[in-house]
């Protein structure tokens, strides 16, 4: 059979890239081509287009972009059809896949989509895109699938992907001893760093007893961390983000899937944003959610500490940082809500479920 996978961020690279390996061992005949990452590549897909080409974050970003953007959509129709498979997977990366799932439908593809669209957040009028263009939606949050069924959609839940992979990492590790780094997870995008980093790195400098790690993204080049850390006692770590948190005492997290990471490493957090200030307020008026972190988002009440936008200043983040490494009250008690955190996202093998359901969709006639 063959598939056709679109990914356009480091957390879809790595989920996608998981059902690649585990589609290649059910079907011996499967050619994938995709738009993705390095790991996806290693996985065995033949890349197209690489996601360090395709992250644009902000409605203002996206607006800047809108011509590279257009320009791509393009390019991967005329991949799609030369190439003519019998299934086009969408990974996440709801901005460019929602479009691409309504020209891919009619095109007459059959469509697989993994990681649901957050359309309980916001653009709820997104699923009409979703019932009418997608022939199987898996979903990797607990709550959306009653949120689909609400609405008349049958969806699959089979767990979150993410506790498959941090299982695996850990199993890695037989280092028991106490975590004795302070991590710095400042994002997957260069607008992330350039935002994010420069004030994570002015709050934690005084901080001498831990050591201080970045976690580079495998996206994003050297160059764009060097002009913040010159001179600095820090080390930078490309692609390294699950060892780094595997030794962290505590963790300053950009919002995004790190998020959800960091729990499942039981590794005490605080999680930071600060965006376009345009961007931001477009956001606000149109999101409707009381939280910005998965964590939060699942176990439905704050578990961790969110400081955003105009509250996000060095001396606050100074202070939960303290708070992070120094309270052992605090710390436990984060620690407690990550166990029922864990219990919340299920304990399938997600990826080879998604894999079944990706091949049987494929052999349909």
């Known amino acids: 059979m063959k598939y056709f996978f679109i990914a356009g961020e480091a957390s879809g690279d790595l989920h996608a890239s998981n059902v690649i390996r585990e589609l290649i061992l059910l079907d011996d005949d499967a050619q994938i081509e995709a738009w993705g990452g390095d790991l996806m590549a290693n996985a065995g897909a033949t890349l197209h287009k690489h996601i360090g080409d395709l992250a644009f974050m902000g409605f203002v970003e996206v607006l800047a972009n809108l011509p590279q953007i257009l320009k791509n959509f393009n390019s991967c129709k005329t991949q799609i059809k030369t190439f003519q498979p019998d299934v086009v997977v969408l990974v996440d990366y709801p901005g460019f896949n ?166 499942l490493f039981e590794v005490p957090q605080v999680v930071c944003y600060k965006a376009n200030a345009l961007s931001y307020w477009i956001a606000r008026m149109l999101v409707k959610v009381k939280f910005i972190s998965l964590v939060n988002l699942i176990m439905n009440r704050e578990v961790v500490r969110e400081i955003l936008q105009n509250e996000l200043t060095v001396e606050h983040l100074k202070n939960e940082a303290q708070r992070l490494l120094y309270d052992a009250t605090y710390r436990d008690r984060l620690k407690s809500s990550y166990g029922e955190l864990k219990k919340l996202l299920g304990t399938q093998v997600v990826s080879l479920q998604v894999a079944q359901q990706l091949y049987q969709l494929a052999s349909k006639k």
């Open 98 to 263: 929602l479009r691409m799932a309504t020209w891919a439908k009619k095109a007459g593809f059959k469509v697989l989509y993994y990681i649901s669209p957050t359309v309980w957040a916001w653009k709820e009028n997104r699923i009409e895109i979703i019932r009418r263009s997608v022939d199987r939606m898996i979903c990797i949050l607990p709550f959306e699938k009653a949120f689909y069924a609400e609405r008349g959609i049958e969806v699959d839940f089979f767990g979150h992907p993410t506790v498959e992979v941090i299982d695996k990492e850990r199993q890695k590790s037989n280092d028991e001893s106490p975590g004795k780094t302070l991590a710095l997870l400042p994002g997957s995008r260069k607008q992330e760093i350039k935002n994010m980093l420069p004030l994570m790195l002015e709050a934690v400098k005084d901080f001498h007893d831990v050591e201080l790690v970045i976690a580079q993204a495998p996206n994003l080049e050297d160059g764009i961390y060097e002009p913040y850390i010159q001179g600095l006692p820090i080390r930078l770590e490309k692609g390294k983000t699950y060892e780094i948190l595997a030794h962290a005492k505590a963790a300053l997290v950009t919002s995004g899937t790190a998020t959800l990471e960091t729990a």
